[in-house]
């Protein structure tokens, strides 16, 4: 490290600049542009990418191909467009013509941790690390590649060394008591967020962190906190919502249920205007579906794809009970549980043959329809082997726990077609509430909207139960609740493996949880939650008139779906 480096990172340094702010300026400063027309355009790509500056450069480029500083320039350009197929080529051809190119390097292991090629990413971030051993992005990212592929003790440590040398950054604290919930260390967790609350009063993010410990409790003072900082003026939009949803989690917990919903509904309105959202996507997909997965296909298909047995999905809506599903799977000795893997999504944007494939999309569908066996074989093997980086103890079967697979079912039969599914529903209002109430940086759908969603879900599966029966086995969670050892029983003479008592003492099962369930299933089962959501009855007509039949038929599929 240079002698500049070393003095950016000084103490004396670090309590007037945040460490991760210095370390990106040094990042960026350490190449200079020397080419006078590529500074103009730099500056004009740094402050609104056009399509003019990308067509600028690409004539630069055919002139000086090799020219580190065009590529990266370039490369920036179709990020901003998300065209991350052109963006990732640009990247590797950056760093062919300059390796030492540090800036151009992290950008290239960010895309490739965002394209879920964490290995690559890990490759990249290393040869980084080697250069710059205590440069904070760099150790970042590491710690989350680490946490997603399952090296957690790893990912740990990094995270706390983070906390501890940036005492000060908010940030930080809460990534390291994300990563300690995880771990099931859920009092050092919360010593983490409630640090981050005394360094930000007004972070959000800090306070839902609490509230979405589920058995973690506000006091008087945290709420009036909570309402006095929502009086700011000055604070993200970010904040807001995630102030209003733990404030909407507190008086949930004081049986306020008025006020609580009240919360709830302001936080999911200000999510709502995050995304662009069109109920007939996932419709038009549902009947794509239909119309191509039909029984003749997947008999006459079911011996291509790979023959690999082992992977186990389980899949659905979220808040039905697939965390408590899994958990109860990987307390078998068999059965490996790894986490929410976005590999089948990413090979069904592949397919798309879009650079940013539409959720719920159709293309993929048609060139699945008409791929050769080879081609079904080689996408199962793909996936296999993407996944062999989560499976960390050598048992013969794991689970990819993504709930929306559903969509994707028909793939999965094809490409892995000795696959087991099991689709986890619990009574849609429960679900759908559970949903409304809960924060996503992403953005979050209202009642009305979640509910013909659910009905196109149960719509969709009843599909596939029809065309292929006995493929796709079903928990229903209430029933899992009231009998488990029954429906354990069920549901393990499915996968053909034998009973096991540890999978009744599966909140005995040391792992590392993920998903906002994690304390829940920790626990041994209640039937507490059941009927939870009869307490925002008064406020759920959208919803219920939404789902409809789904709704007073369940969990019977309504005739007119089926």
């Known amino acids: 490290m240079s002698t500049t480096q070393q003095q950016a990172r000084m103490p004396s340094q670090a309590g007037k600049r945040d460490a991760f702010a210095v370390a990106a300026a040094e990042l960026h400063g350490r190449r200079q542009i020397k ?20 067509k600028e450069l690409r004539e630069y480029l055919a002139k000086n191909p090799d020219d580190a500083d065009a590529l990266s320039l370039l490369a920036q350009c179709e990020g901003h467009f998300n065209r991350r197929r052109a963006e990732l080529a640009l990247w590797q051809r950056c760093l062919e013509a300059d390796p030492r190119f540090a800036g151009a390097r992290y950008n290239y292991a960010n895309l490739l941790f965002k394209l879920s090629r964490f290995e690559d990413a890990l490759g990249e971030v290393d040869h ?50 994300h990563a300690l919930r995880a771990m099931g260390f859920q009092d050092k967790a919360i010593a983490a967020y409630r640090k981050a609350i005394e360094i930000r009063p007004f972070y959000g993010t800090a306070y839902w962190a609490l509230a979405n410990l589920k058995a973690y409790r506000f006091s008087e003072e945290d709420m009036a906190a909570m309402q006095e900082q929502l009086k700011r003026t000055d604070i993200s939009a970010d904040d807001r919502i995630t102030l209003q949803s733990s404030l909407g989690k507190a008086y949930e917990d004081k049986a306020a249920y008025e006020k609580s919903f009240e919360y709830y509904a302001k936080a999911n309105a200000g999510m709502r205007v995050r995304i662009t959202y069109d109920p007939d996507v996932l419709s038009s997909g549902v009947a794509a579906n239909k119309a191509i997965f039909t029984r003749e296909l997947l008999e006459s298909r079911s011996r291509d794809g790979c023959p690999a047995p082992d992977p186990i999905f389980i ?72 996944t062999s980086v989560h499976r960390k103890q050598g048992r013969p079967f794991f689970i990819d726990k993504k709930p ?121 089962i209640s039937g507490e939650a059941v009927d939870h959501w009869r307490n925002y009855e008064p406020w759920l007509g959208p919803l219920l008139k939404g789902l409809g039949s789904v709704f007073t038929e369940y969990p019977s599929v309504p005739e007119e779906l089926r």
């Open 404 to 524: 929306a697979n559903f969509s994707h079912v028909g793939m999965i039969m094809l490409i892995l077609p000795n696959a087991k599914i099991i689709d986890a529903r619990r009574n849609p209002a429960a679900s759908a509430l559970s949903m409304f109430k809960h924060y996503s940086s992403k953005g979050r759908l209202r009642l009305a909207e979640l509910g013909r969603f659910y009905r196109d879900y149960v719509e969709l599966m009843a599909h596939f139960d029809r065309v292929a029966p006995g493929r796709i086995h079903r928990v229903i969670y209430e029933q899992m609740v009231s009998d488990p050892e029954a429906e354990v029983r069920r549901l393990l003479d499915y996968l053909g493996l034998p009973f096991e008592e540890n999978c009744l003492r599966f909140y005995e099962t040391k792992r590392t949880v993920l998903t906002p369930s994690s304390e829940q299933v920790r626990k041994p």
């Open 128 to 177: 980084l690390l080697a250069g710059d051993a205590a440069n904070p992005l760099f150790l970042q990212l590491k710690a989350n590649i680490l946490e997603v592929i399952g090296e957690n003790e790893q990912s740990l440590a990094i995270f706390e060394q983070l906390a501890l040398g940036n005492p000060k950054r908010a940030g930080s604290w809460v990534s390291y008591g």
């Open 315 to 386: 899949l659905g809506r979220p808040r039905s009970g697939s965390t408590l599903i899994e958990q109860i799977l990987s307390s078998h000795s068999a059965i490996e549980g790894t986490a929410e893997l976005p590999y089948i999504t990413s090979i069904a944007g592949q397919l798309e043959e879009r650079e940013a494939a539409i959720p719920y999309g159709t293309l993929y569908l048609r060139a699945l329809e008409k791929m050769a066996p080879d081609g079904l074989k080689a996408l199962g093997e793909e996936y296999m082997r993407l």
């Open 35 to 54: 080419n006078a027309r590529l500074k103009k355009i730099a500056a004009r790509v740094s402050l609104d990418p056009a399509e003019s500056i990308e």
